[in-house]
C-alpha cells in the first residue's frame, strides 16, 4: 500500500451525534494483513479547556469474537465522556477466532494459542495507543493520562500491555521511549507468563474487578508446565506487596459477570479511582470485598478453564 492511500485511510472518518452531547468518530489506526484495524472515539461537545485524560477500552469476546461498538459498552462509555474524558474504543486481532477444537489435543496446545493470541492484541492495542497520542494535540488530549481499559479478553490485553511496559517487552518498543499508561482499569482479568510474574518497574495505578467464581478467567493463577495465567486477586498481592497503588473490588460467589456489571453499577467507584489514583496521582492500596453467595466452587482446574473458553 501506498503512503498516500495509507494516509487517506487514516484520515477516515465518520462523525455520529448522540444524545446528550457525545459525539462518535470513527478513523482507520492500522493494518495488519486482511484486517483493518479501526477505533471509535466518544467525546463531549461541551467545551473542555484543559487536556482530557483517555480510556483506551478493548472489548471481550474470548479472543475469538466481540466488537468495539458493542452496545452493552455505550451507556459506559457516553457516562465517561459526559465526565470530559476521551473514550477510544479499539479494534484488535481475534487471536482465537476459528480456532479447530479438534487440533487443541493438550492443555500445552490451549496455553501456545491463547499466548499467540494475547501478543496480536496486545499488538494491535499498543498501534492503537500510538495513534492516540499523536492525535492528543488535535483531540485536546492528556498524553500523560491514558488509561488502558477493557473487559474479559480485553481486560487481559490492558493488563498484559502495561505488563509488558514495565518488563521492557521488545512488542513495547513500538511505544516512544518511556511511555507507560496513567492507569488501568481492568474487569475481569488476567496476565499471561511464563514462569510467575514479575515486575521489573512499578507499574501504574491499577483498579481491578472480579469475582472469585469466575470459570472463565482464573481469579487466582492456574498454570500448565512454565506458562500460567493470574488473576486479578494474584496481581493485587503483587501490588500490595510492593507498596504499588491500586484497587481490588471483589465480590464473593460473583462469576465472569464481573466483565461487565462494574461499567453499569460501579461507575461512581470507577470516577473515584480515574480522579483520585490518575488525575491527582494519590496512590494508595485498597482492597474492597462484599459478601455474596456461600457454599460456590472456586477450586477451577485448568481443564475447567479450556472447557469454558472452547467454541462449543
Same mark, same amino acid.
Given at each position: ?28 489506526? +492500522? ?6 484495524? @479501526?477505533?471509535?472515539?466518544? @467525546? ?33 462509555? &457516553? &457516562?465517561?465522556?459526559?465526565?470530559? *474524558? /476521551? ?9 482465537? %477466532? ?6 487443541? %489435543? ?30 492528543? =494535540? ?26 509488558? /511496559? ?25 496476565? #499471561? ?10 507499574? #501504574? ?29 494474584? /496481581? ?16 464473593? +460467589?460473583?462469576? &465472569?459477570?464481573?466483565? +461487565? ?12 479511582? *480515574?480522579?483520585?489514583?490518575? /488525575?491527582?496521582? %494519590? ?19 485448568? =481443564? ?9
Amino acid at each position: 500500500m501506498t503512503k498516500i492511500k495509507l494516509t487517506a485511510l487514516l484520515l477516515l472518518t465518520a462523525a455520529t451525534l448522540f444524545a446528550g452531547g457525545v459525539e462518535r468518530d470513527t478513523y482507520i489506526f +492500522g493494518i495488519q494483513g486482511n484486517d483493518t484495524l @479501526r477505533v471509535d472515539t466518544y @467525546r463531549t461537545t461541551e467545551t473542555v479547556t484543559s487536556p482530557r485524560p483517555v480510556v483506551l477500552f478493548a472489548f471481550g469476546g474470548g479472543f475469538r469474537t466481540g466488537s468495539r461498538a458493542e452496545s452493552d459498552y455505550m451507556a459506559f462509555f &457516553h &457516562h465517561l465522556a459526559n465526565q470530559g *474524558i /476521551i473514550v477510544v474504543s479499539t479494534d484488535y486481532r481475534t487471536g482465537l %477466532k476459528g480456532l479447530d477444537a479438534t487440533a487443541i %489435543k493438550t492443555a500445552d496446545d490451549f496455553t501456545a494459542a491463547l499466548q499467540n493470541a494475547i501478543g496480536m492484541a496486545v499488538t494491535d492495542f499498543y498501534g492503537a495507543t500510538s495513534f492516540i497520542l499523536n492525535k492528543c =494535540e488535535e483531540w485536546g488530549a492528556d498524553p500523560d493520562k491514558i488509561i488502558a481499559c477493557g473487559s474479559s479478553a480485553g481486560a487481559i490485553t490492558a493488563l498484559q500491555a502495561e505488563y509488558m /511496559i514495565c518488563n521492557s517487552s521488545p512488542l513495547a518498543s513500538a511505544l516512544p521511549e518511556g511511555f507507560n499508561y496513567a492507569g488501568v482499569l481492568s474487569f475481569a482479568g488476567a496476565i #499471561c507468563s511464563v514462569g510467575q510474574p514479575v515486575w521489573e518497574k512499578s507499574p #501504574c495505578p491499577m483498579m481491578l474487578f472480579q469475582g472469585d467464581a469466575d470459570n472463565i478467567v482464573p481469579y487466582g493463577e492456574v498454570t500448565v508446565g512454565d506458562k500460567g495465567l493470574y488473576g486479578s486477586r494474584y /496481581i493485587a498481592n503483587q501490588l500490595n506487596q510492593s507498596g504499588s497503588p491500586y484497587w481490588f473490588y471483589t465480590i464473593s +460467589g460473583a462469576g &465472569h459477570e464481573m466483565a +461487565g456489571t462494574p461499567m453499569v453499577d460501579k461507575l461512581d467507584e470507577i470516577d473515584f479511582f *480515574i480522579r483520585r489514583f490518575v /488525575i491527582d496521582e %494519590k496512590a494508595s492500596c485498597t482492597e474492597t470485598v462484599v459478601p455474596g453467595k456461600t457454599g460456590y466452587k472456586t477450586d477451577f482446574t485448568i =481443564e475447567d478453564y479450556i472447557r469454558a473458553n472452547m467454541p462449543r
